[in-house]
């Protein structure tokens, strides 16, 4: 594999990306995977993941490790572009500390080694009214690990806070009934800028921000405008 700073020059003449991803085993993750590897302008894909993939692919690159040995999986992390799609709920990881582990500590050190190892830009997929100082526990925990990102030495990072996403096949209740009362507020006209987002949108969405000079906070209608028009 290339060094960044070679990946760099070489992608000026070719806008060919290198990328590394961590959350591919959720659904925004798996369609991101999924993309990049149907994208042309992408050679190499590295994913970090906790069990073997039932996928190979020419440009696709897996790496099996324990999240809790930073030290044996932290220097695989090159590369152009960070994607960082991992996160859980309360209810799977068992208490807040432990998803504030999953969601705010992995995604912290695997972006302190990619900033390290000179990969220039890191995409972020976070919640919708993150903030470090807010009362509750999840838009808190999303909102430090925001700021954490900010303080390291990325020449880009580019935040999404998406709506409700609409993932296929959730398992989850409390995600499922929202889509609905949402896009019921949506038939009558309000809310349009909240509509639930496909996770295939979300995609699309955190392809773009890798490769137009996205920077910066997205959420909302702003959001949206990054997808494909079909899509909006």
Same mark, same amino acid.
């Given at each position: ?5 070679? /990946? ?7 806008? /060919? ?13 798996? *369609? ?35 999240? *809790? ?10 590369? *152009? ?11 799977? /990881?068992?208490? @807040? ?12 050190e695997a972006a302190q080694a990619a900033a390290a190892h000179g990969v220039k830009t890191c995409v972020l997929v976070s919640a919708a009214m993150a903030d470090a100082d807010s009362r509750w526990f999840y838009p ?6 925001? @700021?954490? $990102?900010?303080? $390291?030495?990325? @020449? ?8 409700? $996403?609409?993932?296929?096949?959730? *398992? ?11 896009? /019921? ?48």
């Amino acid at each position: 594999m290339t060094s960044a700073g070679s /990946a760099d020059r070489t992608n000026e003449k070719t806008n /060919a990306y290198e990328s590394f991803c961590i959350g591919r085993h959720g659904r925004v993750g798996r *369609d991101l995977v999924e993309q990049l590897l149907a994208d042309g302008r992408w050679e190499r894909v590295d994913v970090a993941v906790r069990r073997p993939l039932a996928v190979e692919h020419e440009k696709l690159r897996v790496h099996v490790v324990d999240f *809790d040995e930073p030290e044996a999986w932290t220097p695989l992390v090159t590369g *152009d572009v960070l994607f960082i799609c991992i996160g859980t709920t309360r209810k799977a /990881a068992g208490s @807040e500390a432990a998803q504030w582990h999953v969601d705010v500590d992995y995604p912290l050190e695997a972006a302190q080694a990619a900033a390290a190892h000179g990969v220039k830009t890191c995409v972020l997929v976070s919640a919708a009214m993150a903030d470090a100082d807010s009362r509750w526990f999840y838009p808190r925990m999303k909102g430090e690990l925001e @700021e954490r $990102l900010r303080a $390291l030495p990325f @020449e880009r990072l580019a935040i999404a806070r998406p709506p409700v $996403l609409e993932r296929r096949g959730s *398992d989850r209740p409390g995600e499922r009934l929202w889509v609905k009362v949402v896009k /019921a507020f949506n038939v009558l006209g309000l809310l349009r800028a909240q509509r639930p987002m496909p996770t295939a949108v979300l995609a699309q969405v955190l392809r773009r921000m890798a490769t137009e000079g996205v920077a910066g906070v997205r959420e909302g209608a702003a959001l949206w405008a990054l997808a494909e028009p079909a899509s909006r």
